[in-house]
């Protein structure tokens, strides 16, 4: 039996509704107050930057340590945060929080489907990775990160195209994300250890040029601090106390509590009636195809 055009359009129709509904979802959940403490400061940096025209290398602000060397990890988020805020105020601020947050989860949902994910997978991927990123959902640089990892997977995933077009693609995507968050050096680790991975399932000797791994490290050093941000790292690499609310649910606000509890279960309830009206349409169970990558 021939299939119209009409019913062709259909899966599209239903995946771009989807792709809106995430947009919405991932925005009003992160729709909050400008509760994040850091966000005045990355304000108050960006504006020296800016009137100056130049960067700081040094600690300016601080009474206790300044003139202290500093690292530069995330000065263009810093010179973008004084532009809107300059231009909107804190609402800006708390309307892009809300934008970028949406933005990103769409993004999860494509990369799981770019790897060849089911729809239900995927969903189910993006909403894990919502409730996992939640507590970093603020005003800070963060939001750069929750926007350019899922940007970066898709690399992983074999394609027709030319290694060195991907590998291009890719250095000026982990450049420009290393210029707004430190959190970068996860691109570099993550392709080499792919390629590592790569190199002894398929057991090749001399195993295939690590193009892509080359290209994450360049993007990575493309930055004004060069060689010192993975050095800033590495010196900064006790976790628990960079990002607390990764460490123990106990520390967080009441109202983060809240709030994560809130999603967890939102986001659980989703996938039951997605799963539900699924099942029922296609007369099947939530069928899962192996790992995500």
Request: aromatic share 10%; net charge positive; glycine share 10%.
């Amino acid at each position: 039996m021939e299939v119209s055009a009409e019913e062709m359009k259909h899966p599209v129709s239903r995946e771009r509704i989807l792709l809106g509904g995430l947009f919405l979802f991932g925005g009003l959940v992160s729709f909050l107050p400008l509760w994040d403490i850091d966000w005045p400061l990355h304000v108050c940096l960006g504006r020296v930057i800016l009137s100056k025209g130049s960067l700081p290398w040094t600690d300016t602000l601080s009474w206790t340590a300044g003139g202290r060397p500093d690292v530069l990890h995330e000065w263009l988020f810093q010179v973008v945060w004084a532009l809107l805020e300059g231009i909107g105020g804190p609402g800006l601020l708390k309307v892009t929080v809300s934008l970028l947050a949406g933005t990103g989860l769409v993004l999860w949902f494509r990369a799981a489907r770019k790897a060849g994910r089911p729809t239900s997978t995927s969903l189910f991927f993006s909403l894990a990775a919502l409730i996992l990123f939640y507590p970093r959902l603020r005003a800070r640089p963060d939001l750069v990160t929750w926007v350019a990892l899922p940007l970066s997977l898709p690399f992983l995933v074999p394609s027709g195209k030319g290694n060195l077009r991907r590998a291009g693609a890719l250095l000026l995507l982990v450049a420009l994300w290393a210029n707004f968050h430190g959190a970068a050096l996860l691109a570099p680790l993550w392709f080499w250890a792919g390629w590592a991975a790569h190199a002894l399932e398929e057991r090749k000797f001399p195993p295939p040029p690590p193009t892509l791994p080359l290209a994450a490290t360049s993007g990575v050093l493309l930055t004004p601090a060069g060689l010192q941000l993975p050095a800033y790292a590495w010196k900064t690499k006790g976790f628990a106390s960079i990002v607390p609310e990764w460490s123990s649910l106990a520390h967080l606000p009441p109202t983060q509590v809240f709030l994560a509890l809130k999603i967890l279960l939102g986001a659980l309830g989703l996938l039951l009636l997605l799963a539900l009206i699924r099942g029922a349409w296609k007369r099947e169970g939530l069928r899962g195809e192996g790992p995500l990558w």
